[in-house]
């Protein structure tokens, strides 16, 4: 595979220490600091800081001074500080980038595109901000003004996980600023630099103090502490099925609103009419992409039975060509597991779905013994009560099966309780139609890979999650409605 291991340590000292950031000033935690791990070499590359309670009981202070602040300034006014945010992060895409493979593992280009994609997210939510209109209603007396007014929701506190460092932190602080809330950042501690370098774009554009916060520290300790904080009027996470249903339920029990961004299994169903290569290409894209730890990546592969064979050819030929490597390496398109929880998840997958008689097309094994690389796999024949078909594989695990009919296919893309992300590739306009009605989820991709642009709804139902995380709709959340009646 040609992993380059010189590559990750002549850059090694580029991997800065990263701090919480608090009231404006970066500092350190009351507790010991926790290593950073590169997953293409399983070295530790640096520390991040570790918060206790009293460095959340300032982070909350901070945010309530933060909130008053922040929401007393124009949107006007803050839409050019978001702006300036966005464009720190540009004039800083190649160290960020390189941070992030780092201490993600994905290539490098895909770091850089992150990056980009982080600041056109801080552009659009900029521009919002200064259409979050309020409506008039006509009243029942012409002596009565009624005015219905958006007003920020209050303090959030967000929760980001690993996997996209900067994509899934930036949606929450963007759009929480934008709508003039403050913000404490509970960043990715396996990841938290290039997080940390999203956090320093506000700070470089000189953002009011406490308006936004980062820590990072033992999740369950922080969440416990911040959601059922008084302060706190906003909860919004995004990770795992498991652990947001638990901070949904306590959440509910301070009556904190919530937006839960969570896992997903998505079907990607192909009909025989389709234009196969195009469907290989891009399903294959979107499955290897960031080694499968994508929540919208497709997984449960339903192909229509003309063209199963020929599918199953093509997309294993695509997986095989995936190059598995260090991110820094040139031309690798494919880096290391981020972790290693999710080398062991995809043994235990792999081992569970052969013993029930699945059959292996393509990998299915780890590369290497250092770092945590995996190699592209395909499964085929996997009953329906294999864990890969029910669990999130959150890796680079295809499972390709076939289907006779419409109605079938439609059956098995809505049997699980996730429903986050859909796709299908047919040409007949007839189909894809009854696909876009019929299939359970929060978004369904046609004939292309359409996702996650900002302006654009992101997230799920069922448990998926619920509340958006992109478009108008990301903004709504942040947002209060004030009812004003006046005689007048
Ligand atoms: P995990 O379920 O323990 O953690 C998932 C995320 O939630 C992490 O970012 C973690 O820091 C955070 N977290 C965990 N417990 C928390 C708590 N009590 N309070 C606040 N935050 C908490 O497991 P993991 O090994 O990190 O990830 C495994 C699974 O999580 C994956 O298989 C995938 O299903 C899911 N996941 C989803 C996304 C996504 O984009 N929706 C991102 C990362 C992980």
Known sequence: MGTDFRASEKVMSEYPQTHLYIGGIWRDGSKERLSIVNPASDEVIGTVANAGRDDLDEALATAATGFTAWSRISAFERAKLLHKAAQSLRDRVETIATIMTLEQGKPVAESKTETLAAADMIDWFAEEARRAYGRVVPSRSVNVRQVVVKEPVGPVAAFSPWNFPLNQAVRKVAAGLAAGCSVILKGPEETPASCAELVRAFADANLPAGALNLVFGIPADISNHLIPHPVIRKVSFTGSTSVGKQLAALAGAYMKRVTMELGGHAPAIVFDDADVDLAVRILAGAKFRNAGQ?????????????????????????????????????????????????????????????????????????????????????????????LVLNEEPFGP??????????????????????????????????????????????????????????????GGIKDSGYGSEGGTEAMDNFFNIKLVTEAI
């Open 294 to 386: 994508v929540c919208v990546a497709p997984t449960r592969f339903l192909i229509q039975e003309k063209i199963y064979a020929r599918f199953l050819d093509c997309f294993v030929k695509a997986a095989e060509a995936v190059k598995v490597g260090n991110g820094l390496d040139s031309g690798t398109t494919m880096g290391p597991l981020a972790n290693g929880r999710r080398l062991e998840a995809m043994d235990l997958l792999v081992t569970d779905a052969v013993s029930r008689g699945g059959k292996v097309a393509t990998g299915a094994k780890r590369i290497g013994n250092r770092g945590n690389f995996y190699k592209p796999t395909v499964l085929t024949d996997v009953p329906l009560s294999a």
């Open 397 to 458: 695990i295809a499972v390709v099966s076939s289907f006779s009919t419409y109605d079938a296919a439609i059956t098995e893309a809505n049997r699980l309780p996730y429903g986050l992300a859909a796709y299908a590739y047919t040409t007949s306009g007839k189909t894809s139609a009854a696909l876009s009605r019929d299939v359970q989820s929060g978004m369904i991709s046609i004939n292309h890979h359409g996702l996650a642009l900002p302006e654009v709804p992101f």
